[in-house]
């Protein structure tokens, strides 16, 4: 286990120790800078607790002071366990880091990162300090942006899809022979099938498009597990989930290219979100993969992902 490891998990071990009653829950790390002072500005933390800096060795930890009643281990994972207790902690933890990131560079701490005291806090940071550093320096500047694309074969099969219609209406088509339930069905379910594969290809080029345009903007690019069930929004199947790092000031030009990405081509959507603070290259420092347009899923294996893949976001 490295120190970057070591800053994410010793909170795990804080729990050990005597009880204080208040303990020091930590949203993001930064440099020590006037700048990440003036970002915190109005922001609050959990349950509407004052934000505060921990500094030690040149970085800084945004964190806030929570009743170890409610965010003790056993207390906190009972409510990470109840789905609108995680909604709730999740939309505070989030808007901390995002509020921060919009005025310093910083890396953003995984949810429910709680830790004894401050003074566990600074251990932390000088811990971890030159991979914390090492981060900050290839991240100053950038920021995240998502892309989803999804196959919709209902979009693809509705009349806005299609050709124009002339201005004089068809003659009407001689009226079809009489079919039988059964072959109806199978009609039915062969056109659906159809549909439904031509959509999948229609996707794929989609997702080539996609990955095209954003490798001319993108220094690095994380591949995430297609979301599903109710993390899915909107209609269709979401085959490709991708983040990209992205320098803050080619953000429009960089989301303009990508929503180019599916023009002419029916029962496809691109969804293009951002900017983020950089949630995915929060990690220690590795070898920037590849922002090509080549590594694109099958729809059976996007449909399943991969573990490697998933996200908590």
Not at 29 to 37: F, K, M, S
Not at 126 to 131: I, K, Q, V
Not at 191 to 217: I, K, N, S
């Amino acid at each position: 286990m490295n120190a970057y490891d070591d800053a994410y998990d010793a909170h795990d071990d804080a729990y050990a120790a005597p009880d204080t009653g208040r303990l020091s829950y930590a949203y993001a790390v930064g440099r020590a800078t006037p700048e990440l002072e003036i970002a915190l500005g109005p922001a609050t933390g959990m349950d509407g607790a004052p934000l505060r800096t921990v500094a030690a060795h040149g970085l800084a930890a945004v964190v806030c002071d929570v009743p170890e009643a409610a965010y003790g281990e056993r207390a906190l994972r009972a409510r990470l366990e109840d789905l609108g207790e995680l909604e709730e902690l999740a939309r505070a933890h989030h808007s901390v880091v995002e509020s921060l990131a919009r005025g310093a560079t910083v890396l953003p701490l995984r949810l429910a990162t709680v830790y004894l005291d401050d003074v566990r806090v600074a251990a932390m940071l000088r811990d971890a300090g030159p991979e914390l550093a090492a981060l900050l320096g290839r991240l100053e500047g950038r920021v995240e942006w998502g892309v989803k694309v999804y196959a919709d074969p209902s979009a693809a099969a509705s009349p806005s899809a299609g050709t124009t219609r002339p201005d004089t209406p068809d003659a009407p088509a001689p009226e079809a022979p009489a079919e039988s339930p059964g072959r109806a069905y199978l009609r039915q379910r062969r056109a659906q099938r159809t549909a439904r594969d031509e959509a999948h290809r229609t996707a794929q080029e989609a997702v080539r498009r996609a990955l095209a345009a954003a490798a001319e903007y993108a220094e690095d690019r994380v591949t995430h597990r297609p979301q599903q069930g109710e993390l899915a929004t909107g209609s269709g199947q979401n085959l490709a989930n991708e983040a990209f790092l992205v320098a803050r000031d080619r953000s429009e030009e960089f989301r303009a290219a990508v929503e180019e990405a599916d023009r002419g081509l029916p029962g496809v959507r691109i969804e293009v979100t951002g900017p983020w603070a950089p949630y995915s290259f929060a990690t220690p420092v590795r070898d920037p993969a590849p922002v090509r347009e080549d590594a694109v899923r099958e729809p059976a294996d996007a449909a399943g992902g991969r573990e490697e893949d998933s996200r908590a976001r």
